[in-house]
């Protein structure tokens, strides 16, 4: 909970338009887009292409069943097949061009470089 205080501090430091959070990678694991929710207020967006039944964190997150890596990159993982997007075509496609991404968790199985 502390750390998640110290970055809505760092997160709302400032930011006129509201804090804007990315979670890359569920497994439908939302304690983090709750405590997010519940101690920042921030808009939240998870993406996890590899879900195999529906997200349980529609309370605290919007849910977008896409990789994120390099635009047009196929991959598999745990059987699943995806095509992955970059963070620049996810923003465009959210409307959030111009705002800051101001916390991006990554849980994504060792394709966190890509990412960055």
């Not at 879900?51 to 919007?62: C, I």
């Not at 996810?90 to 101001?102: N, P, Y």
């Amino acid at each position: 909970i502390d750390m998640i205080r110290n970055q809505h501090r760092v997160a709302l430091a400032g930011n006129k338009n509201g804090c804007l959070v990315y979670s890359l990678g569920s497994n439908n694991n939302i304690d983090y887009e709750k405590s997010v929710h519940r101690e920042m207020g921030c808009e939240t967006h998870t993406f996890d292409p590899t879900l195999d039944e529906p997200f349980v964190g529609d309370d605290y997150s919007a849910f977008h069943p896409w990789g994120i890596g390099r635009d047009g990159i196929k991959r598999e993982f745990d059987g699943m097949s995806f095509e992955t997007m970059s963070i620049a075509t996810v923003t465009h496609k959210l409307g959030h061009e111009g705002r800051r991404i101001d916390l991006l968790k990554m849980d994504i199985e060792g394709a966190e470089w890509e990412v960055l």
